[in-house]
């Protein structure tokens, strides 16, 4: 094998390495893209967890307001019901 020959074969040695190269620095920035956007993706996950967290924490928190409400208007209701029924019975109702 002359020795140009052989300086092409060692060209093309290069060159296919070099392919190979830019091809896994490619892929490696193909994949840090990926993970950054899966980064972004979880962090807004994490703040639409948190937002709803915060909702819902207030929701209960209303809910149980509600709930003490209602018990108080049911014992009034009661309440009232058994003042008219005296009523009514000292009357002759």
Not at 35 to 59: F, K, S, Y
Request: glycine share 6%.
């Amino acid at each position: 094998m002359s020795q140009a020959s052989k300086l092409d074969a060692a060209f093309q040695r290069l060159s296919a390495s070099i392919g190979q190269l830019e091809a896994a620095v490619n892929r490696r920035i193909a994949s840090e893209k990926t993970v950054g956007a899966l980064q972004d993706e979880l962090q807004r996950l994490n703040e639409d967890r948190a937002r709803l967290a915060e909702t819902l924490d207030g929701a209960e928190s209303r809910s149980d307001r509600l709930e003490k409400a209602n018990k108080e208007v049911s014992r009034r209701l009661v309440s009232a019901m058994e003042s008219i029924r005296t009523v009514l019975e000292s009357h002759g109702g």
